[in-house]
């Protein structure tokens, strides 16, 4: 059980080049999330997948697009990168683990993470 | 809105002292969730605890506790007698409850760096 997954660990890309980043999951959780982390500003929410087919748009989508290819991959797209699209990526899935009252919420469980520079 | 605070920028202690760790949040809702995640020098994010707003108990795992105070909207966690282990950035989280077949996001503050020195 590897958990979440997540390829390559590093790159380098040049301003205007296109990479797409794999995310898979092997714990059958239904929703599926990308966020970058940079320095003093914690980790933003991208875009996310809430179940296989449909996919939403986060905190911070521009410059990026996503696939959920199945219930267990979520690729993160960057069609043309810029420098300030240099960051750490982090791919999460989530379970639905708790219920209150009628209220309920997901646990996110994080892959190791991205590291991605724009030159 | 929605939005998480964590004043402390970065902590410096020495092993084995105590050492709180503060989160306090904003929401409209009254029925939410409280996370804390743990990012070690090798950058993979750990989930800690998950707390919901109606359960104000605090909790102890080990050397780890979390006090949930409603009351002035905080959600601190405290290490005791820490350890070299410990050095990391901690993250505090809030979701608000989804009655819906949607999935929840998590709004993260901007994390503390503890560094314990031996």
């Known amino acids: 059980n590897a958990g979440v997954t997540q390829t390559p660990k590093f790159q380098v890309l040049k301003t205007g080049q296109s990479m797409t980043l794999q995310c898979a999951q092997d714990?059958?959780?239904?929703?599926m999330y990308w966020y970058r982390q940079d320095p003093g500003m914690g980790l933003r929410l991208i875009y996310y997948?809430?179940?296989?087919?449909?996919?939403d748009k986060g905190e911070v989508p521009n410059g990026y697009n996503v696939s959920r290819l199945n219930k267990r991959e979520f690729s993160l797209r960057l069609e043309s990168a810029a420098p300030s699209q240099t960051s750490v990526y982090f791919c999460?899935?989530?379970?639905?683990?708790?219920?209150?009252?009628?209220?309920?919420?997901?646990?996110?469980?994080f892959g190791p993470g991205t590291r991605l520079t724009v030159l | 809105a929605q939005k998480v605070t964590q004043a402390q920028t970065e902590i410096s202690v020495v092993e084995k002292e105590d050492v709180t760790l503060d989160c306090v949040y904003e929401t409209r809702d009254t029925t939410y969730y409280l996370f804390w995640y743990k990012q070690p020098p090798s950058g993979e994010l750990v989930f800690l605890i998950r707390?919901?707003?109606?359960?104000?108990q605090n909790e102890i795992s080990g050397r780890y506790s979390w006090n949930f105070q409603k009351s002035t909207s905080s959600f601190n966690f405290t290490i005791t007698a820490s350890q070299v282990v410990d050095s990391a950035v901690y993250f505090c989280a809030l979701s608000e409850a989804n009655y819906g077949g949607a999935t929840n996001k998590l709004i993260f503050g901007t994390g503390t760096l503890l560094a314990v020195q031996p």
């Open positions: 997948s809430a179940s296989e087919g449909t996919t």
């Open positions: 714990m059958n959780h239904n929703s």
């Open positions: 999460a899935s989530s379970e639905r683990t708790s219920l209150i009252t009628s209220g309920y919420t997901d646990t996110q469980y």
């Open positions: 707390r919901n707003s109606f359960d104000e």
